[in-house]
């Protein structure tokens, strides 16, 4: 099927600006970006309402949490992507239009890293305690590319069905210099029209539209010899489907253009043994249910296998700890197609599992399925969940640093499907105890991301980090996918981005009541797309008071 004369004349229309976008002022482009903030603070409370309603999130207490997501998910990342991208051209501008440089650097094994976020004091403010390094490819040296040495060209963003945030767009235009065509998945159709007024700036100058349809459309996009590159966000299947019409094989792939694809991971949480006080225990169980239950468990950085040490003393405590959280959260709705079939396939190949029971509250509702003492070689390493599944695999070795996390690290690498994060919990003395081997670790994990103390799912709400596999995947062999999007500042060679915290730290993740929580979701979407010093005040009362 071809495109509509409609469709075919939007995709002509963004095709003809990219000279212009191309070779746009650095305040050009700054002050439309502005102007899209300036929208989406007005635009913001119809987004999030449209989500909830296409996620049937009703307007009802016992949903609060699930609309705080939706709001999350989708304009308070999105806002805080904008304001990275802006201070990056607001440095450009002020110092001779080169990018900002690193704000520390270390060389450890060859590797470059280099810290990213937190620049200003308003980011620390932000932080809460939270920094984040790029690392660089092993003997590579710190280059970067400011956006306008970028080539012109047409990028075709094919969005993802679970979260709205537009991501991709922003690291097309404003970051490798391309003008954008974007076909939204079918379940966030219904959000274009409040799109177009949000980039209404880019789009009236052609700088960025949106084409809408089924498969047969984006099947049509993707053959434009116009469309210099594809970005999706999605699975395998769907990926090899696009790429390959089917599963890979020895020919030529049905799309032979540069592709950039993140695609989802079973991703792991390394428990270190330690002496952990219970007020650290309930800390990090607590954080690890609330991103084990964020939307629905539909996000492809959710953790699905904890690492632990058989032999640690507290794995009982811990495992009591967690269950604990698990029961006392607020349910969730499952929404993503295909959901009950991958629960139940985890759920019928698991060995003794346990279905921690919940309230029914919501229609799709699906409750934790909890699977501890697994092996190293269960069907749930293997397999994605993208639904409230979590293993928990104890590494029967002694009960020591040196030993735990060299083993820990080989499983994640070897025994975890993809290569998107993984995530690191050490209490602060058995770091400053182990320095060399906790380096060690975030070095050998081959993923996009890794958490110390914050899990890495959070790398997504920074433009500073990337977001990505960890490079190395074929389209014939494509595992978490191919490139990555994000890193603002330009770093060249960029192998995987690193969250750092203290063991126990403000910002760290906690499950509040469901009105507290669309409270803080909305004091945060405020500050995002109307950056003041009020509205940031609001957001630490928030933080401290639940108001």
Request: with cysteine; aromatic share 8%; proline share 7%.
């Amino acid at each position: 099927m071809s495109l509509s004369e409609e469709q075919a004349n939007v995709v002509k229309r963004v095709e003809s600006q990219k000279q212009i976008w191309a070779t746009l002022s650095i305040l050009e482009k700054r002050n439309l970006l502005v102007a899209c903030r300036d929208n989406l603070a007005v635009v913001y409370p119809e987004w999030v309402s449209q989500a909830c309603e296409i996620l049937d999130y009703k307007n009802e207490p016992k949903y609060a949490h699930l609309r705080a997501e939706a709001n999350f998910t989708g304009p308070c990342v999105t806002g805080f992507w904008i304001n990275g991208i802006v201070d990056t051209y607001d440095y450009m501008l002020a110092n001779g239009q080169n990018l900002p440089p690193p704000v520390a650097v270390k060389k450890f094994a060859d590797t470059t890293q280099c810290t990213v976020f937190p620049r200003t004091f308003t980011d620390k403010l932000i932080a809460g305690g939270v920094t984040a390094e790029l690392h660089i490819e092993k003997g590579k040296e710190v280059v970067q590319t400011r956006p306008q040495e970028h080539p012109a060209g047409l990028a075709l963003v094919l969005g993802a069905g679970n979260y709205s945030a537009p991501l991709d767009i922003l690291t097309k235009l404003y970051i490798t210099n391309q003008v954008v065509i974007y076909k939204p998945n079918p379940i966030y159709e219904k959000l274009v029209p409040i799109f177009r007024r949000f980039f209404a700036p880019l789009v009236e100058k052609g700088f960025l539209d949106f084409v809408v349809g089924g498969a047969d459309v984006g099947s049509a996009l993707l053959k434009l010899e116009s469309v210099g590159e594809i970005v999706l966000t999605g699975g395998k299947d769907t990926f090899n489907k696009i790429v390959w019409g089917g599963s890979p094989h020895s020919g030529v792939p049905n799309v032979t253009k540069p592709i950039c694809a993140e695609l989802g991971s079973v991703n792991p949480v390394i428990i270190v043994p330690g002496k952990w006080t219970p007020a650290e225990l309930d800390a990090h169980c607590q954080a690890l249910v609330k991103a084990k239950m964020l939307n629905g468990s539909h996000i492809c950085a959710s953790p699905q296998v904890l690492l632990t040490c058989k032999n640690w003393p507290q794995r009982q405590e811990f495992l009591d700890c967690l269950q604990g959280w698990f029961k006392k959260c607020p349910a969730t709705r499952s929404y993503y197609p295909g959901t009950d079939q991958k629960y139940q396939a985890h759920l019928s190949q698991a060995k003794n599992p346990v279905i921690i029971e919940k309230e029914e509250i919501f229609p799709a509702q699906k409750n934790p399925l909890f699977v501890p003492g697994t092996s190293v070689d269960e069907f749930g390493l293997g397999t994605e969940a993208f639904c409230p599944v979590l293993y928990e695999v104890p590494l029967d070795v002694d009960v020591s640093v040196a030993t735990f996390l060299p083993l820990a690290v080989k499983v994640a690498n070897e025994k975890c499907d993809g290569e998107l994060t993984a995530s690191i919990l050490i209490d602060n003395e058995s770091a400053r105890l182990n320095p060399q081997v906790l380096e060690e670790a975030i070095d050998d994990l081959r993923v996009g991301a890794v958490g110390v103390n914050q899990l890495a799912v959070a790398t997504i709400m920074f433009a500073q980090t990337v977001w990505g596999a960890y490079p190395g995947n074929t389209v014939d062999k494509v595992g978490s996918g191919i490139g990555q999007i994000g890193n603002c500042h330009g770093f060249n060679n960029v192998t995987k981005s690193v969250l750092r915290a203290p063991f126990t730290f403000p910002a760290q993740e906690k499950i509040f009541d469901p009105q507290v929580t669309l409270r803080t979701s909305q004091r945060i979407a405020q500050y995002a797309a109307t950056p003041s010093t009020f509205n940031l005040t609001k957001v630490i009362v928030n933080a401290i008071t639940g108001l």
